[in-house]
């Protein structure tokens, strides 16, 4: 296994539109984690599962975000009606219960 | 609620120079901490971890932490730092270990020639 794999690694979308991340976790683990990254600052925490369940959900996450995980493998990002505040590195991790995270590399959003 | 405070923003030092990143957490409970670094344009990678036993931790390229529960800090150092050691690091704490962590800001490490 290669570790956790995010697709794209860069996204350029004007304002407005809808996109969608993917990320694929390391194959075993069975939590998975959204974060966001601002320019100069950590990341902070938007969103995870267990399996295929979400279990919290940051207040950062407004109704135009939404987190899928179907079947407990692979997880989507979607923002819809993207903002110019979106623009932010999109992180996903994955973790066994009772392990540490393992983080991708990460997804880029640039709105214009 | 945690929050994780690291003072300096940026640290700028001489290579071959030892190296000491301030990070001092808030928690009502029991914590797990944790140090990673980012490269550019790259994810987080895990450096060390403190779970429970010995306060002092080893974490991997030569960087160790130490716990100190009665000033809430964790501290990172490393005896003569490398040009390769040039990143942000972030620490990070959880209370419930496997649960979603709080990052501190991050601190900027620029290793000089």
């Known amino acids: 296994d290669t570790g956790v794999s995010q697709d794209p690694r860069h996204k350029i979308t004007k304002r407005g539109q809808n996109v969608t991340f993917r990320c694929d976790p390391i194959?075993?683990?069975?939590?998975l984690y959204w974060y966001r990254q601002t320019l100069g600052q950590g990341p902070e925490f938007l969103t995870y599962f267990q399996n295929e369940a979400q279990l919290e959900k940051s207040r950062l996450l407004s109704d135009r975000f939404s987190a899928e995980r179907p079947k407990g493998s692979f997880s989507t990002l979607e923002i819809q009606r993207t903002e110019q505040g979106d623009s932010a590195m999109y992180l996903c991790?994955?973790?066994?219960?009772?392990?540490?995270?393992?983080f991708g590399s990460g997804t880029r959003l640039t709105v214009v | 609620a945690q929050s994780v405070t690291q003072l300096d923003s940026q640290v700028p030092v001489f290579e071959e120079a030892p190296v000491e990143l301030r990070c001092n957490y808030s928690s009502s409970v029991s914590v797990y901490l944790f140090w990673y670094v980012q490269y550019p344009n790259q994810g987080l990678q895990l450096l060390l971890k403190?779970?429970?036993?010995?306060?002092l931790v080893k974490g991997i390229n030569g960087f160790e932490a130490e716990f100190n529960k009665s000033q809430t800090s964790f501290h990172l150092r490393k005896p003569s730092v490398h040009i390769s050691d040039t990143a942000e690091y972030f620490c990070a704490v959880t209370s419930n270990y496997g649960q979603n962590f709080v990052f501190g800001p991050g601190t900027r490490l620029s290793v000089l020639p």
């Open positions: 991790a994955s973790s066994l219960i009772q392990d540490g995270y393992t």
């Open positions: 403190y779970l429970s036993g010995s306060t």
């Open positions: 194959s075993e683990h069975n939590r």
